[in-house]
C-alpha cells in the first residue's frame, strides 16, 4: 500500500497552521525537510461538518481554519512536486471530488469511523483507506470494515485497509494510549495496523513501533512553545521528527523478521558447535556392549552425536570399541 515497507510516516499539520494560508505552506516543507513520508491535512467547511443550529460556535471555528479549493489544490501540487505524499482528511463529499486526483489514499478520522454517507463517497474512489480509531469499540471497527468490504470486495484485500489505534483526547494521559491494541488489532484483522498519536513526548511512538506499528501518524507543528491551539502540545516538532527516523530504523532493525533461526553472527562465530554439546563416551566402550545413559557424557563442543539426540543411542550395540571421550558416529552403533 505504501512506498515504505518498514514505517510510513504521516507529519499530520492538521490545524496548526491555524487558518494562515502562509503558515500551512511553511509547516508542510518543513515536514518534507524532517523526512515526512507523507504531509496530511485536514479539509472541511464548517457547514459541511457541524450543525450550525447545534453548535454555531464549532461551526466558526472551522469556517476559521479551512482554505478555499484553490489553497488545497496548491499545497497538493507543491507537496506531490517535491516528491512528498499529499495526504487530507476529507470531511464532505464535494470536496473529495476536487481533491481525488491528488490522494494515493483516503484516511478516515476517528470521528467519521461512523459516518457512512461520507465513507460510502470514499469507497467509491476505490483508493486505499486508513482509518483511525479514536472513541471506537473492536464491534465499531469490525462493522465500518465490513460495511466497506460490503460496498466494494477490493478492500478484502490485505493491501487496501489499514488501521491506526487512536485515542482522541489532545493530550491524552500515557495510559490512555493503550498501545497493546496494536497487538490485539494484529491479532483479529489481516490488515496493516499503526498508530496515531496524540500523546506529549515522543516515547509511546517509539513503543508503537516495537509492537509493530506500520504506520505512524504525529501531528506536526514548527514550536510548541506560547501556541495556545491544543494540537500543537502533542505535535512532533522537526527536531523529533527527524529523530524518529532515526530511532525507528534502530527500533526495526532490532526487532528483525520474526523468523526463529540461528543468526549469521551465531553462524559465523561457530558459536552452534561451541556452546552445544554432544554425546561423548564417559569410559572406555566395548565392541557388543549394549548402551546404557551412564556410559555417555554430554560435553561442549558438539561433535559428532548432538546430546538431544541422547535416547537415539541408549539401548544400542556398539559395532566397535570406542575410547573414553573419543568423538562418536550413528554408524558405531547397531
Request: aromatic content about 10%; charged content about 25%; glycine content about 6%.
Amino acid at each position: 500500500m505504501f512506498k515504505n515497507n518498514d514505517l510510513f510516516i504521516i507529519a499530520e499539520i492538521g490545524g496548526n497552521h491555524e487558518g494562515d494560508f502562509s503558515k500551512a505552506r511553511e509547516l508542510m516543507h518543513l515536514a518534507i525537510d524532517s523526512g515526512a513520508d507523507s504531509v496530511k491535512f485536514q479539509v472541511y467547511s464548517g457547514d459541511t461538518l457541524v450543525n450550525i443550529k447545534e453548535d454555531p460556535d464549532r461551526v466558526s471555528h472551522f469556517n476559521r481554519f479551512s482554505f478555499s479549493d484553490m489553497e488545497y489544490i496548491e499545497l497538493a501540487k507543491e507537496c506531490i512536486g517535491l516528491g512528498v505524499d499529499f495526504n487530507a482528511s476529507i470531511w464532505n463529499e464535494r470536496q473529495i471530488e476536487l481533491l481525488d486526483p491528488y490522494m494515493s489514499f483516503y484516511k478516515i478520522g476517528s470521528g467519521d469511523l461512523t459516518a457512512y454517507p461520507l465513507i460510502k463517497a470514499i469507497v467509491a474512489k476505490k483508493k486505499p483507506i486508513v482509518l483511525s480509531t479514536g472513541l471506537a469499540t473492536m464491534e465499531d471497527i469490525s462493522n465500518t470494515i465490513e460495511f466497506i468490504c460490503s460496498l466494494d470486495k477490493m478492500y478484502l484485500s490485505t493491501k487496501m485497509i489499514s488501521i491506526l489505534q487512536c485515542t482522541s483526547m489532545y493530550p491524552i494521559p500515557d495510559e490512555d494510549a493503550n498501545l497493546n491494541v496494536i497487538r490485539t488489532l494484529q491479532k483479529v484483522f489481516p490488515y496493516t495496523i499503526g498508530y496515531s498519536d496524540h500523546t506529549e513526548g515522543t516515547k509511546a511512538v517509539q513503543f508503537a513501533i516495537a509492537l509493530g506499528a506500520k504506520i505512524i501518524e504525529v501531528h506536526f507543528t514548527d514550536d510548541r512553545k506560547g501556541r495556545g491551539f491544543r494540537d500543537h502540545k502533542v505535535s512532533f516538532v522537526p527536531d523529533e521528527l527527524k529523530e524518529l527516523q532515526i530511532n525507528a530504523k534502530s527500533i526495526i532493525n532490532f526487532l528483525g523478521d520474526g523468523c526463529k533461526r540461528p543468526m549469521r553472527s551465531e553462524i559465523d562465530s561457530k558459536h552452534i558447535t561451541s556452546f552445544r554439546r554432544a554425546l561423548y563416551p564417559s569410559c572406555d566402550i566395548k565392541k557388543g556392549q549394549i548402551i546404557k545413559e551412564s556410559d555417555l557424557v554430554a560435553l561442549r563442543p558438539m561433535h559428532g552425536i548432538p546430546a538431544n539426540n541422547l535416547m537415539d543411542i541408549v539401548g544400542k550395540t556398539a559395532r566397535i570399541d570406542m575410547p573414553n571421550l573419543s568423538v562418536l558416529a550413528y554408524t558405531f552403533f547397531k
